[in-house]
């Protein structure tokens, strides 16, 4: 695998490669999300990416859909010297369980953008 993350309540956390994994149980699965939909829920979206792209945080967002499921991503090359690459990606799935999932976003973050969001995301 490219990286490791932890996940704490719908947030994925990018570990760096030197840091070792705590060896502490996994968080509770938030209500009607079945054990491993969120891992699984990770690899397809990293599908999506480049070769050379990795995610640094992975959230789930709140849907005004009721069976949607949406995350918002920070993705950045993996390259030394592509700090200034990095873009928030918008990634939907049509519901819980689906096997592939779209970008409905891509924002690149240049060194003055201020993002702000409301509401569905």
Request: proline share 10%; net charge negative; hydrophobic share 45%.
């Amino acid at each position: 695998p490219r990286q490791s993350f932890v996940m704490v309540k719908g947030a994925a956390l990018l570990l760096p490669a030197e840091e070792p994994l705590a060896a502490e149980p996994p968080p509770a699965a938030p209500p009607g999300q079945a054990p491993g939909q969120q891992e699984q829920h990770l690899q397809l979206m990293m599908q999506l990416l480049r070769h050379q792209d990795a995610i640094r945080l992975a959230v789930r967002l709140e849907s005004a859909r009721p069976r949607r499921v949406r995350y918002l991503l920070v993705v950045r090359p993996e390259e030394v010297g592509a700090e200034g690459q990095t873009a928030l990606l918008g990634v939907d799935f049509a519901h819980e369980g689906a096997t592939r999932c779209t970008l409905g976003m891509v924002l690149p973050l240049w060194s003055d953008t201020q993002v702000f969001l409301d509401g569905d995301g």
